[in-house]
């Protein structure tokens, strides 16, 4: 194991360490250090299952181990497979002390999530992130949850883990469409509030798309650092933890009109932020060239920097209106008023949001 980057969520009682490191999901004794009771829940997918299944579950052999392994995609994120979850877990008289462990992306670490924040009202969690997306944003700060058809994330918990172990040679296996999501979520944190570190990404893109470690590190170190910060300061979203969902709005829309996983999450929320940059342009808070330094970081990151134009406008207006930001009816949209500084602003008529979107769609 070489070394291992550790620092936690200032969360009160609830505060929980963050590993980034090479060689952690095999670690017996780490794991350990974060399972409660005897009984254990290893929950992944068909894909990551032959992947690190076996290490993981040789690391939790000590302990009473069951693995539930869910169809992959984003398809599947919906109260169905949680279902399964829940049979499994009284089938196998789970009870109140036993751990679920998430081994896998976003998609299994927000279903694993959402069924330890319900089962018997609540159990113990643990989060082992492998795509990129995942280490630098799902696996950090509680949200849990699966899609309805009408709309993402819609139903859903905070809950938080024991602890997050993001293993970074899990990375190595990914292909280069998922590294390419995680990066668009690295470059949203450098655009909500930390212009360097957004910088520092334009110079090192290459090497985060050719998987060089030492960057890939400093990447999800950083990522993981701010959105800690952001979730200790506002865990359950009264406020600026809204400014992590820079683009979401205008993502969530995208992949909900395609149907769930034909866009991946990240490659919405590249063009969503995008629309966000542009709608940000035509109030005067960016400028023509900030506007061209974004789209241009997400192009070399191969990333989409603008929606499916084949979506109609109501559709696209209506699939944004199903967003956990609207309050009392009023969309409220993450802006930019610089690179690396974010605002929530819900004063955006809606003639003028509809004018907006409908350029986007029919350029
Ligand atoms: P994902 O979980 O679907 O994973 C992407 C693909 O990579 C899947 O096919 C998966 O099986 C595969 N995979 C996973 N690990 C692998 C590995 N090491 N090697 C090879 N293949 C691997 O998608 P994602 O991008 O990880 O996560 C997206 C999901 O996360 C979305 O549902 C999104 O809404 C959610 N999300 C949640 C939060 C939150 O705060 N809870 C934040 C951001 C995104
Ligand atoms: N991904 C947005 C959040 O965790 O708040």
Same mark, same amino acid.
């Given at each position: #194991?070489?070394?291992?980057?550790?620092?936690?969520?200032?969360?009160?009682?609830? *505060?929980?360490?963050?590993?980034?490191? *090479?060689?952690?999901?095999?670690? =017996?004794?780490?794991?350990?250090?974060?399972? &409660?009771? &005897? @009984? /254990?829940?290893?929950?992944?997918?068909?894909?990551?299952?032959?992947?690190?299944?076996?290490?993981?579950?040789?690391?939790?052999?000590?302990?009473?181990?069951?693995?539930?392994?869910?169809?992959?995609? !984003?398809?599947? &994120?919906?109260?169905?497979?949680?279902?399964? $979850?829940?049979?499994?877990?009284? +089938?196998?008289?789970?009870?109140?002390? %036993?751990?679920?462990?998430?081994?896998?992306?976003? /998609?299994?670490?927000?279903?694993?999530?959402?069924?330890?924040? %319900?089962?018997?009202?609540?159990?113990?969690?643990? @989060?082992?992130?492998?795509?990129?997306?995942?280490?630098?944003?799902?696996?950090?700060?509680?949200?849990?949850?699966?899609?309805?058809?009408?709309?993402?994330?819609?139903?859903?918990?905070?809950?938080?883990?024991?602890?997050?172990?993001?293993?970074?040679?899990? $990375?190595? *296996?990914?292909?280069?469409?998922?590294?390419?999501?995680?990066?668009?979520?690295?470059? +949203?944190?450098?655009?909500?509030?930390?212009?360097?570190?957004?910088?520092?990404?334009?110079?090192?893109?290459?090497?985060?798309?050719?998987?060089?470690?030492?960057?890939?590190?400093?990447?999800?170190?950083?990522?993981?650092?701010?959105?800690?910060?952001? /979730?200790?300061?506002?865990?359950? !979203?009264?406020? @600026?933890?809204?400014?992590?969902? $820079?683009?979401?709005?205008?993502?969530?829309?995208?992949?909900?009109?395609?149907?769930?996983?034909?866009?991946?999450?990240?490659?919405?929320?590249?063009?969503?932020? %995008? #629309?966000?940059?542009?709608? *940000?342009? =035509?109030?005067?808070?960016? =400028?023509?060239?900030?506007?061209?330094?974004?789209?241009?970081?997400?192009?070399?990151? &191969?990333?989409?920097?603008?929606?499916?134009?084949?979506?109609?406008?109501? @559709?696209?207006?209506?699939?944004?209106?199903?967003? +956990? +930001?609207?309050?009392?009816?009023?969309?409220?949209?993450?802006?930019?008023?610089?690179?690396?500084? =974010?605002? /929530?602003?819900?004063?955006?008529?809606?003639?003028?949001?509809?004018?907006?979107?409908?350029? !986007?769609?029919?350029?």
């Amino acid at each position: #194991m070489g070394q291992v980057t550790t620092f936690d969520v200032e969360l009160g009682e609830r *505060s929980y360490p963050i590993f980034i490191g *090479s060689g952690l999901i095999g670690k =017996s004794d780490l794991l350990a250090l974060y399972i &409660k009771g &005897k @009984q /254990v829940l290893l929950v992944t997918n068909t894909l990551v299952d032959p992947l690190y299944g076996t290490t993981v579950g040789s690391a939790l052999s000590s302990f009473d181990l069951r693995t539930a392994v869910l169809p992959d995609g !984003e398809r599947y &994120k919906t109260i169905e497979t949680v279902t399964t $979850l829940f049979d499994c877990l009284v +089938k196998e008289k789970f009870d109140r002390g %036993c751990t679920i462990v998430a081994l896998g992306g976003g /998609v299994v670490g927000d279903i694993a999530g959402f069924a330890a924040a %319900c089962y018997q009202r609540g159990v113990n969690f643990v @989060q082992i992130p492998t795509t990129l997306l995942a280490q630098v944003d799902s696996s950090v700060g509680g949200k849990t949850g699966v899609n309805h058809p009408l709309g993402k994330n819609m139903i859903g918990a905070f809950y938080q883990p024991q602890c997050v172990i993001a293993d970074t040679d899990t $990375l190595m *296996s990914l292909d280069d469409r998922q590294l390419a999501a995680g990066i668009a979520e690295v470059i +949203k944190y450098g655009l909500i509030r930390d212009e360097r570190f957004f910088g520092w990404i334009e110079t090192n893109i290459e090497k985060l798309l050719s998987r060089d470690k030492e960057a890939l590190v400093l990447a999800i170190e950083n990522s993981c650092r701010m959105k800690a910060e952001i /979730v200790a300061l506002d865990e359950r !979203e009264a406020g @600026q933890r809204a400014l992590l969902n $820079l683009g979401h709005t205008y993502g969530h829309a995208i992949e909900a009109a395609l149907g769930y996983g034909t866009w991946l999450h990240g490659e919405a929320v590249a063009a969503g932020t %995008c #629309m966000a940059a542009r709608q *940000s342009r =035509s109030m005067g808070w960016l =400028s023509g060239g900030e506007v061209e330094r974004i789209e241009s970081l997400f192009r070399r990151a &191969k990333l989409p920097v603008s929606p499916p134009v084949d979506i109609e406008v109501d @559709q696209f207006l209506e699939l944004m209106a199903v967003d +956990k +930001k609207v309050m009392g009816g009023v969309q409220r949209l993450i802006l930019l008023q610089g690179i690396g500084t =974010s605002v /929530v602003y819900s004063e955006l008529s809606r003639k003028d949001l509809r004018k907006n979107i409908a350029a !986007e769609l029919r350029p």
